[in-house]
């Protein structure tokens, strides 16, 4: 609804968010269902220890399989990242827009049982970290 001071919005979950016109008018609104159809966005990251060309073929097989996912405009399915501790895939396949979210939740399902299935790691995000104890640490320069 709409008043003089404020304009009140209904989230897809379900809840009033009221916003000041002032801001409605001086930023930019998305709208997310406003089209017939949406790109899901997704990332999957595997092992740099993992066939690459393996997952790759894995995705498309799970791409494919879905009856819900668009083939025009084609799949989008690419080595978009090489990352701290992982190779991401960006997937982005097109749905009907009331079906973003059935889609996005069964591809990412799909996905990690397919790699689980082929021995294709996700990896967590690592980071090595080195403890110098006693003369070890005392003999290194102190920062400056």
Do not use: C
Request: hydrophobic share 40%; net charge negative.
């Amino acid at each position: 609804s709409i008043t003089l001071f404020t304009s009140t919005l209904r989230t897809p979950d379900n809840r009033s968010v009221i916003v000041p016109n002032g801001e409605i008018y001086s930023n930019t609104i998305t709208n997310y269902s406003a089209l017939p159809t949406r790109r899901v966005d997704m990332t999957f990251g595997i092992g740099y220890d993992d066939d690459l060309r393996k997952a790759k073929e894995l995705l498309h097989q799970i791409i494919a399989a879905e009856p819900r996912i668009l083939a025009d405009p084609a799949p989008l399915i690419a080595v978009s990242e090489l990352g701290e501790s992982s190779v991401n895939f960006a997937v982005r396949p097109w749905v009907q827009t009331a079906d973003y979210w059935d889609v996005f939740f069964a591809i990412t399902e799909q996905v990690k049982l397919a790699f689980d299935d082929h021995g294709i790691s996700i990896p967590y995000p690592q980071m090595d970290v080195h403890v110098q104890t006693g003369a070890t640490a005392a003999s290194q320069p102190a920062a400056a």
